[in-house]
Nanobody, 117 residues
């Protein structure tokens, strides 16, 4: 089994910054893709950004230029630095890991990000 533990959410004013982190533990296989998704009330879960074991990144258009995803493979940890936050970024943010060979995927419990003045 795989466990994902997220941290770093909270309340921030528009224009502010937040940093999320997610540590994976258990039976972790490489190569894999780790990433962040978010779900706002009444909306479907959507991609924010992903990063592969080799460092290839993919961003949603809404995240480009504002968010940076990174990872520490030795710690099986993924990070999301969010800058210039907007009220529309308010959502529960979920960490995800997907193993390339088996396509098995796991989710974290989610962390709330609220952008409000």
């Amino acid at each position: 089994q795989v466990q994902l533990v997220e941290s770093g959410g909270g309340l921030v004013q528009p224009g502010g910054s937040l940093s999320l982190s997610c540590a994976a533990s258990g039976r972790i296989f490489s190569p894999n893709t780790m990433g962040w998704y978010r779900q706002a009330p009444g909306k479907q879960r959507e991609l924010v950004a992903t990063i592969t074991t080799g460092g290839y990144t993919n961003y949603a258009d809404s995240a480009k230029g504002r968010f940076t995803i990174s990872r520490d493979n030795a710690k099986n940890t993924v990070y999301l630095q969010m800058n210039s936050l907007k009220p529309e970024d308010t959502a529960v943010h979920y960490c995800n890991i997907r193993f390339i060979q088996t396509m098995n995927a796991y989710w974290g419990q989610g962390t709330q990000v609220t952008v409000s003045s």
